[in-house]
């Protein structure tokens, strides 16, 4: 399984962006498709997850932003960044948490997309 994100870059303050994380390989089934994010000297923090019920959840310093969503047919998942501002600057992490076999939930990772938002 393999993920592969796209999307970052640099943006002014109050700018928007949008991410795309695919999820390839041999995949029983998706339980949830995420985004977090690192800042620097920071620890790595949810910024939105959506399960594969429909719930999702968003973290509050994004809420009103920021909007996730699928493409359950293709494997995707986006973030949808509006509004941004300087303190979002950070490296986005594709979480994705799946099966390839019936029964066993397995977590991975996207190798991380940089958004840099100046002032």
């Known amino acids: 399984v393999q993920l592969q994100a796209s999307g970052g870059g640099l943006v002014q303050a109050g700018g928007s962006l949008r991410l795309s994380c695919a999820a390839s390989?041999?995949?029983?089934?998706?339980?949830?498709m995420g985004w977090y994010r690192q800042a620097p000297g920071k620890q790595r923090e949810l910024v939105a997850r959506?399960?594969?019920?429909?719930?999702?959840n968003y973290a509050d310093s994004v809420k009103g932003r920021f909007t996730i969503s699928r493409d359950n047919a293709k494997n995707l998942v986006y973030l949808q960044m509006n509004t941004l501002k300087p303190e979002d600057t950070a490296v986005y992490y594709c979480?994705?948490?799946?099966?390839?076999?019936?029964?066993?939930?397995?977590?991975?990772w996207g190798q991380g997309t940089q958004l840099t938002v100046s002032s």
């Open positions: 390989g041999s995949i029983y089934n998706i339980n949830h």
């Open positions: 979480n994705v948490g799946l099966r390839v076999v019936p029964g066993r939930l397995e977590n991975y």
């Open positions: 959506m399960l594969i019920t429909g719930t999702i």
